[in-house]
């Protein structure tokens, strides 16, 4: 029976636990999404506190971690989402894509309506890919898919 949780408390202290214990083990998250055989993207969210794993993938994500059964049942939990805080982000990365929907966010919007009509992309039914590839001009460049089903608005 799946439950949920109202507190992100919990999820929060079990977040600080896993990546304190990835960093022990100096394990990937890739390895650990193998181990949980699920993209990087979700079980990144999911140890991260912001999924619920199924339980095969969290019982094998605690063994790799070295975490307890509770946290393997708390990693199951659907848990309150949000991991910004109700104001600027302060990380750089994270002000990143926040600076980026404040420039783009509603070229997206334009983009997005023009094509689909009134809706909205899910962030449910929806996928997630960082890849690294090489800048032409030198350097770097990070790559980000963000692909989520499109649900239209329906009257009633």
């Not at 994500?61 to 848990?79: C, K, M, N, R, S």
């Not at 420039?103 to 334009?110: E, F, M, N, R």
């Amino acid at each position: 029976m799946p439950h949920a949780q109202f507190d992100p408390t919990a999820r929060a202290a079990l977040a600080v636990a896993a990546v304190e214990a990835k960093t022990r083990k100096d394990v990937t998250w890739q390895q650990i999404a193998d181990a949980a055989e699920l993209s990087v993207a979700f079980v990144t969210a999911a140890v991260l506190g912001q999924q619920a794993l199924p339980k095969k993938s969290a019982e094998a994500v605690a063994e790799l971690l070295g975490l307890d059964a509770d946290a393997a049942l708390l990693l199951q939990t659907i848990p309150t989402r949000g991991s910004i805080p109700d104001r600027i982000p302060t990380d750089p990365t994270i002000y990143r894509f926040y600076e980026m929907l404040q420039v783009y966010g509603t070229t997206l919007k334009a983009l997005v309506h023009e094509q689909f009509g009134d809706g909205i992309i899910s962030a449910i039914n929806f996928k997630l890919e960082v890849k690294k590839v090489a800048d032409p001009e030198g350097g770097e460049r990070a790559v980000i898919t963000l692909d989520g089903k499109y649900l239209p608005t329906k009257p009633f």
